[in-house]
């Protein structure tokens, strides 16, 4: 910066500074939006956590009292216990799946664009609408997957109102919701590999399985660790589905740590509770991604290059 | 370069800030007239709108309808926080505590004692307890919520059983329960898992849920668990109510209307749906004796005034409007409640019609008595279906299932 232009005060025509204040005016409507709809809330239940609160009266300061309750809860086991079946459940059926159809969908067959589209769809599709045809197809007395199972001669199920069933039907319907997205992210990555890498591979003599676990899998790294961070995070936060369906039960089966904070908040209306459930939660994920981030190394091969 | 024929950056910051001051503003326009927020279905909805349209046209004091059909005592709170709170609100007893305690209501008492037009002798005592808080009255009361058992006249025909009438007892119960039974197809009594549908099992036995300081929880205690007992050995050991599996997911009120059960425990909520649809004869009966009476709830709900709401006068207009006979009998005669008033109560408006005994409806008011609303009252309430969900179906017998049960309700108390 010139020494000319320090003495000139607020610098009107300085085109540095001019230049930063259209760019924070171009950036303040997302500022904006961010800062109260995201930052403050953020800051706010921070604070709330240390707060026993009820919405109505003032909050009381109650230091780390909300965390030590939490931790001495045995529903808080419980959710976690859930929280982290649901997790794995999901992640594991939502990345096999999602990659065994991207792998299919990267061929050349008829109608390829009708099958993106179908897998697709569901994506798009609210989850309300998602819960209500799901919860026809779980009905224990005209259930289509009861009709299904009785030709195998097998007993009606109470999909939703069994504890031992509820958690994972919800994981399948969410798997199912969410498949298309995870598919197209590896799609993207498939075709990102160049085909000379496999060619060259089927030349030296390897097999198609050979090639897809020596080869495919290894370029896709990036895209794995992507795909894996977004639907741990993705099922970390499951609510929707547990609110439209199960309201948390049968006998808390289907409360998932996102569906008690809500619970606490604004049913129960502890607010300084459900803050500090937030947060222990936020520091759950923070840690795992950290943890999935640094693993990176050994998962792509690709940054070991550059 | 095109950017310069617009506005400087700073012009345009303060035009951006008026915006937003303008989208602020935006959220609170002064009110016209008076807000007043509700639930209630379409059908209650069809009431309720002439009746304020009424007032307003008698008093010319507008109304502003907030009708919240759904979680309303959660999405008053959140009204309440945001500082809008409604002038008159419509509050269950169960919703009331946590609202009276924040000094969110005006203590009616007074205004009731000195008004010309309307007295508490106009109600009924246990519906004013109902919608009091700590000695003080927060609702002028609407209806009155209790229990009977209703009961299909035609299987009883079939049976050939005689219908039970007022003081029969668990005995009695026992008694006729086998034949109304045919396994698989059709049973005696409904089983709901909801505490507010057992309690009367509990209380008719003498024992409850918490204490009357409400800082224990008593279910633990010998003639709380008779009553558990009692209630779950209905379908676990007699198999005189359906299973989760034999019911699959209906409900009991359709079950009923079904024709598969003789019986079961319900409100006078049904009475509409079930005079436009069933298709036998039924009628209505006092819930059976036990060792302590007969004793169901008695619940209730009322307006309330909001006690920093600017319009005291006309709000309170408001209340004794909807409150007045005329407008309770227009509640009344759809056969939707059960009227807060003796004199709606005794006449045609609610006694007209089926069920034939409505009368029923207002001889258990006597032993009825309102369910305790400790201010974790909807914690507890989950906490009494989850954990009994295992007692009910048989996995755990009931002792072992209220142990922690109610260690852990007696936590929740302590900590209000």
Redo the contacts between chains.
Sequence with gaps: MGVESLPAGPSKGHPLR?EA??A??FI??AL?VIGVFSLLPTVGSFAISFTSW????TPRWVGMDNYQALLQDPLFYKVVGNTLWFVVLYVVLDMVIALALAVALNQKIRGLAIFRTAYFLPVVTSMVAVSIVWEWIY???FGILNVVIGWFGAE?V?WL?DPRFALPCLVVMSVWKSLGYTMILFLAGLQAIPPEYTEAAAVDGASGVTRFFRITMPLLGPTLLLVGIMATIRAFQTFDSVYLMTQG????ATTVVVYWLF?NA????KLGKASALAYMLFAVLLALTLMQWSLRKRWVHQEEGT | MA?RMLLS??K??LA?SAA?AVLAGCAGPARQGLAFSTWGSIDEMDILKPILAEFTRRTEIPVELQHFPKDYA?KL??V??AARVPDVMFISNEALP??AD?G?FRDLGPLLEEDPDLGASDFYPQVMKAMSWKGKLYGIPRDLSNLVVFYNKDLFDAAGVRYPEAGWTFADLLRIAPRLTRPGEQWAIGFQPQPLVWTPYVWSHGGDIMDESMSRCTLADPPALQGLNFYVDLRNKHHYAPT??ES??ARMTQLFAQGKLAMFVYGRWAVPGYRKKLTFDWDVAPFPRGPAGSIVDTDSSGWGIAKDSPKQEEAWKLVKFLASRWSIEQFTKSGLIVPSRPDVANSPAFLAGKPASSQVFLDVIETGRPQRVPM?Y??IT?EL??NL??AWTGEEPVDKAVKPLCERITALLRES
């Design positions: 001019h204040n259209w924070w005016l303040m409507p904006a009820d919405l109505l009266g009905d224990p007395g009606k109470h109102s039960g049968p006998r808390r619970q604004f049913t129960y209306f | 950017a950056p700073r345009s910051l951006l937003l959660h709170r959140m309440v926080a946590g609202f924040r969110v989760d599996k699959g997911n974790a909807d914690e989950w279906i989850d969900a295992p």
